[in-house]
T-cell receptor, first 113, second 112 residues
Framework: DVKVTQSSRYLVKRTGEKVFLECVQDMDHENMFWYRQDPGLGLRLIYFSYDVKMKEKGDIPEGYSVSREKKERFSLILESASTNQTSMYLC????????????FGSGTRLTVV | SQQGEEDPQALSIQEGENATMNCSYKTSINNLQWYRQNSGRGLVHLILIRSNEREKHSGRLRVTLDTSKKSSSLLITASRAADTASYFCATDYTGANSKLTFGKGITLSVRP
């Protein structure tokens, strides 16, 4: 089974801190995605990547950046954390864009205080 | 927004009953997928149906797709308490660079 591992289940950070959320997948998937999930808003796409060193903005990229130096690892960076970035962050990977399901990690619940 | 919409927002049924959940979307799609999320966890892929398919089955799950009505249904037969979760439809819109767009989800409660 494909595994997508997110480094932290719960994280508490202070306003203004630089925050790194790490995601690693172990099945050689080309495509990786970062979503945030908020009550009443569902899942919203922040950034995605179809290849190493490639990144594209999703629907809500403001305040975030990403890094994909290796195929298996896709990092989400909050340059200067703010309270409105308190959320559940979900990483996902897939083999073929649009032709196979996504495999999600367990999520990181980030609280910015 | 191209976000799909699920209906109802919440559903409560007795164990053994069938659960039907609906999803509507706005523009043409390559495929539509259903996911389940247990409380506080990541999403789990359940089933994918392509735009040229009308029905798919997987165990107790049955998914239908009506592209003329831009809608899909997920049927869970003989529900169990363990089916209690949130269910999401996700659409791969044509021309959307193969990114999935998720709905807001349906909360299903199955009473023992």
């Amino acid at each position: 089974d494909v595994k997508v591992t997110q480094s932290s289940r719960y994280l508490v950070k202070r306003t203004g801190e630089k925050v790194f959320l790490e995601c690693v997948q172990d099945m050689d998937h080309e495509n990786m995605f970062w979503y945030r999930q908020d009550p009443g808003l569902g899942l919203r796409l922040i950034y995605f990547s179809y290849d190493v060193k490639m990144k594209e903005k999703g629907d809500i990229p403001e305040g975030y950046s990403v890094s994909r130096e290796k195929k298996e690892r896709f990092s989400l960076i909050l340059e200067s954390a703010s309270t409105n970035q308190t959320s559940m962050y979900l990483c996902a990977s897939s083999l073929l864009p649009g032709s196979s399901g996504y495999t999600f990690g367990s999520g990181t619940r980030l609280t910015v205080v | 927004s191209q976000q799909g919409e699920e209906d109802p927002q919440a559903l409560s049924i007795q164990e053994g009953e069938n659960a039907t959940m609906n999803c509507s979307y706005k523009t043409s799609i390559n495929n539509l997928q259903w996911y389940r999320q247990n409380s506080g966890r990541g999403l789990v892929h359940l089933i994918l149906i392509r735009s040229n398919e009308r029905e798919k089955h997987s165990g107790r799950l049955r998914v239908t797709l009506d592209t003329s009505k831009k809608s899909s249904s997920l049927l869970i037969t003989a529900s169990r308490a363990a089916d209690t979760a949130s269910y999401f439809c996700a659409t791969d819109y044509t021309g959307a660079n193969s990114k999935l767009t998720f709905g807001k989800g349906i909360t299903l409660s199955v009473r023992p």
